[in-house]
Structures are given as C-alpha cells and as structure tokens.
C-alpha cells in the first residue's frame, strides 16, 4: 500500500506498478522490524473495510497481518476448493484496487513493486485431498505409520525431481524473475524443503 498522495508523485508506479528509476528506498529491511510491528490502524481501517465488502460476495478472509517489505500487508482468504479460490483470488484483488482510493491508497499488486526490496509479491499456499480420504498431506498423529501421507509425500518429491524444468517454466515470468532470494524464494531455484521432523520420518 501506498499513499495515494505520494503515489501520483510516481509516473512509473502508476503506470506500471513498479518502480523503475528513482533512488533506493530509504528504508530497508535491516531489523524487519515492519513484519514484526503492528498493523497501522490506517491500514487496519483499510483491511477491514477490504474483509466486510470480501464477505458480502461470500469470500471469508482468514489472516491479515504485515509482511516482510515495508509497506507491504498481507490478507488471505479461507482455503477452499481450487476452482473457487481461483475465482476469489481475483475478486480479492480487484476489492483491493477498488477500495484502496477510499482510504487515500493505492494497492500494488506486481510482483515486484520496489527494487531492490525483498519480500513483496504473490504467493499460494496448497493441500490436496478429498472428502472421503481428508488432507492428503496430514501426518497425523504417528507419521512414520502412516502410509498415505509417506506415498504422497514421496510423489511430490519424486515430481518435484522430475518436472523441475516444467515448474521452473510456469514462473519463469519477468516479474518473478526480480525476486532476491532471503525472505522470499527465487524462481531459478527449485528446491523442497522437508525440515528436521520430515527428515527423520523419511
């Protein structure tokens, strides 16, 4: 988010979304401490009003918090079948450009809207499964017994090996492209992180 007023200072954010000239921000992220701080209330007036209009079109928001980059928030609708989110993703991000001006905003949606800065951009968060099997990717209670999570774990890993070129392919935007690395995860680089527990049950 950005104030409108400072905004229409820049030719290039407003018509591309994304800096290209300028200086450096004068901010960094050197002690994070913007994902670590509170919401502005300015901001939060904004995320709530975004919220009430969201749900009257039926579209449940479940977090709203800061980000890493500065100036950057995030909201996320309930998780729900793939179809339907696809579609409330993109109602969500039109309420955002729509309601923004209304609290003297402007909302950025690119990738990428300030060199140099890490942090801002997209991103999705899945699961598969069904109704009569759950959460195909649920360890339970004892993970090293359970033999649907091990295969299915084993799958994405395997396809994850295989297809890496495929995947790579599919984010290999421009855009995407600008991604640093550190709080955020480059697109040149395809990799699968299991973490200790995962580690171990395999």
């Known amino acids: 988010l950005v ?19 300028g200086l450096p921000s004068p901010k960094g992220q050197e002690m994070e401490d913007h994902y670590f701080g509170a919401v502005p209330r ?20 479940r977090t709203r918090h800061n980000e890493v980059a500065p100036g950057q928030f995030e909201m996320a609708p ?7 989110a696809t579609d409330h993703n993109m109602l969500m991000m039109n309420m955002l450009r729509h309601v923004a001006p209304d609290h003297d905003f402007v909302c950025l949606l690119h990738e990428k809207p300030f060199h140099g800065i890490n942090g801002s951009g997209k991103h999705i968060n899945y699961s598969m499964g069904n109704a009569e099997l759950g959460n195909l ?9 359970n033999a649907q999570f091990l295969v299915f774990l084993c799958a994405v890993i395997r396809a994850l090996h295989k297809h890496a070129g495929f995947l790579r392919a599919s984010v290999a935007t421009a855009s995407n492209d600008l991604r640093l690395g550190a709080h955020e995860a480059p697109p040149a680089v395809m990799s699968l992180f299991l973490g200790d527990q995962l580690t171990d049950v395999l």
Do not use: C, K
């Open 42 to 61: 300015r901001v939060m007036a904004f995320m709530q009003d975004v919220e009430n209009r969201l749900i009257a079109l039926g579209i449940p928001v």
């Open 3 to 21: 104030d409108r007023r400072l905004a229409a200072l820049r030719p290039d954010l407003l018509m591309t979304g994304t800096t290209l000239s």
């Open 78 to 84: 309930l998780y729900e079948e793939v179809n339907i």
């Open 137 to 145: 990717f649920d360890p339970g209670e004892t993970p090293h017994e």
